[in-house]
Nanobody, 120 residues
Framework: QVQLVESGGGLVQAGGSLTLSCAAS????????MGWYRQAPGKQRELVAV???????NYVDSVKGRFTISSDYAKNTVYLQMNSLNPEDTAVYYC??????????????WGQGTQVTVSP
């Protein structure tokens, strides 16, 4: 079992910055990828950014150039640096980890979510 603890959400004015952190703990065998999703009221959850163990990064188009995902796989931690925030970035942000074990293959785990609110 893998547990995820997120931190760093909050309220910020448009144009401001926030950094989200997510630490994985528990019976960790191998993490394939770590990422961030978000869900705004009335909308579907969407992928924001993902980073693989090899360092490959992908971002949703709306955050490219503003958000940066990074990771410290030695600490099983992923970060999301968010700059130039705008009200459209307001959402609950969820950490996601793809965890591999020989017995179960790849399983996906989710954090509890952290609220990011950007005021005009």
């Amino acid at each position: 079992q893998v547990q995820l603890v997120e931190s760093g959400g909050g309220l910020v004015q448009a144009g401001g910055s926030l950094t989200l952190s997510c630490a994985a703990s528990g019976s960790i065998f191998s993490i394939n990828a770590m990422g961030w999703y978000r869900q705004a009221p009335g909308k579907q959850r969407e992928l924001v950014a993902v980073i693989t163990m090899s360092g490959s990064r992908n971002y949703v188009d709306s955050v490219k150039g503003r958000f940066t995902i990074s990771s410290d796989y030695a600490k099983n931690t992923v970060y999301l640096q968010m700059n130039s925030l705008n009200p459209e970035d307001t959402a609950v942000y969820y950490c996601n980890v793809e965890h591999y074990t020989p017995a179960r293959g790849i399983r996906s785990y989710w954090g509890q979510g952290t609220q990011v609110t950007v005021s005009p």
